[in-house]
């Protein structure tokens, strides 16, 4: 089996978000594999120790993205491509989906590809369902379970009313929660794998696909809503008073 886990390099979640000038900053915060693409990684694994067959990582992003993908080498995935290329830059999520699809189609014969539910610096959660509709292949979210059944996948979907078992045949495209399990950490073995490896940079003519259109363009500058806020002290010759001058100013302000 040929599995496929989608990964992002985003800030820290420690890091201090502060908007200067109408800038959004994330100051020094180091980047690293976005957590919810951890549980990904884990069900991956999971699914390659029980059925054999590989695992790879497979991103978008600037040269410093390598760093997300050898987190995943480092536990255990069996190689890693980034995507790259100076058209790419600016990406919504439509877009990203027509790239990761088409470098999917170039490393061919997958039958699973797995997503985190979100990204800790979007959180749109949408990337994964997109992907699947360029594809072609069955969408299946909020995965806490995986069974495999000749050519089908049985999954359990984590939803607010509790659990919801469904069927899908391969290939499928999933993303994926924490129920899933607890990412495991990186061995030194894997942490040396995964330093020593090359992982192979994938522009857009490696994959023969021209560089998407963006549908949202989404800005970086942020202008806070105005607010006028008046204060009255309101001052009695009793708390009889102050209270009943209180209600008097709040009927005529029309306050329910």
């Known amino acids: 089996m040929k599995i496929v886990v989608c990964v992002k390099q985003v800030p820290d979640s420690e890091a201090k978000v ?17 957590p919810f693409d951890e549980f990904a990684v884990e069900g991956a694994l999971l699914q390659r120790e029980a059925h054999g067959g590989t695992v790879t990582a497979l991103s978008i992003g600037p040269e410093s993205g390598k760093e997300a993908l050898k987190h995943a080498l480092a536990v255990g995935a069996d ?20 790239i990761l699809a088409a470098a999917i189609n170039k490393i061919g014969s997958v039958e699973m590809v797995m997503f ?12 994964a369902a997109q992907t699947a509709r360029v594809l072609g292949w069955p969408m299946l979210g909020l995965v806490g379970h995986i069974t495999l059944e000749g050519g089908s996948i049985q999954v359990s979907r984590v939803i607010e009313e509790g659990r919801q078992n469904v069927k899908a045949p391969l290939p499928a495209v999933l993303s994926i929660v924490q ?20 992982i192979p940079v994938w522009s ?7 560089a998407p259109s963006v549908v949202v363009n989404r800005t970086d500058l942020i202008t806070p809503p105005s607010r006028e806020i008046t204060c009255e002290l309101i001052t009695g010759d009793s708390p009889r008073v102050i209270a009943e001058t209180l209600v008097d100013r709040i009927l005529a302000e029309k306050v329910r």
């Open 204 to 210: 857009l003519a490696d994959l023969g696909a021209p």
């Open 79 to 98: 190689d890693a491509i980034l995507i790259s290329d100076p058209a790419l830059k600016k990406l919504d999520t439509q877009a990203a989906a027509r």
């Open 18 to 34: 502060t908007a200067s000038g109408g800038l959004i900053s994330w100051g020094e915060a180091p980047l690293v594999i976005n």
């Open 179 to 198: 129920s899933i399990g607890e990412p495991r950490y990186p061995s030194f073995i894997g942490i040396r794998k995964a330093a020593k490896a090359t």
């Open 116 to 127: 985190g539910r979100q990204t800790l610096d979007d959180g749109s959660g949408i990337t």
